[in-house]
C-alpha cells in the first residue's frame, strides 16, 4: 500500500483559485472618460468666465439687466450730441448735473448709448469727464442680435 502525499491544498486540483483569482490591473477606462468630459466642459466654460467692459459695439447677444429703477442713460447721437435722459446737455454742464442726480441715487449705474457711426474719441471723451469726475459704475450699451 501506497500512499501518495500531494502538498497542494484541495481546492487547488478544482482549478478554484485559477478561475476565480484578483485582478490585480487597474481600468483606467473610466478614468480618462471623465477626464475628457471635464477637459472638454471647461474649455467651453472658460471664455465665459472673462470679466471686462462689453464694448461690443452695436450688436451683442448680451440680455438687458432687471432694474428695480430707471436707469440713467447717457446717449451719444451720430452728430457727437450729448444727451442725459431725453434732454440736450453740453459735456462741460454732464458733470454738475450727474453730481446732482447721484445725491440720492448712490449705488446707481450709468449706461452709455453711443451710436455706432458717431467718432469713437467722443464716447471715450464723456466717460473719461465722468471717471476723472467719480463716476467709475458706467457700462456701454448695445443692442441685441436678431
Known sequence: ??????????????????????????????????????LVVFMVAAPLLTVGVPIDLP???????????????ITIDKNGRIYLQDEEIALDSLVPRLKVIFEN??????????????DYGTVIKVMGVMNAAGFSRVALVTDTEH
Do not use: C, W
Open 59 to 73: 450688436r451683442s447677444d448680451a440680455r438687458p439687466l432687471p432694474e428695480n429703477t430707471k436707469p440713467l442713460n
Open 105 to 118: 441715487r448712490q449705488d446707481d449705474r450709468i449706461y452709455v448709448h453711443g451710436d455706432k457711426a458717431v
Open 1 to 38: 500500500m501506497g500512499a501518495s502525499f500531494d502538498p497542494r491544498p484541495h481546492y487547488h486540483r478544482s482549478g478554484f483559485s485559477r478561475r476565480h483569482r484578483a485582478m490585480s490591473e487597474i481600468n483606467v477606462t473610466p478614468f480618462v472618460d471623465v477626464m475628457l468630459v471635464l
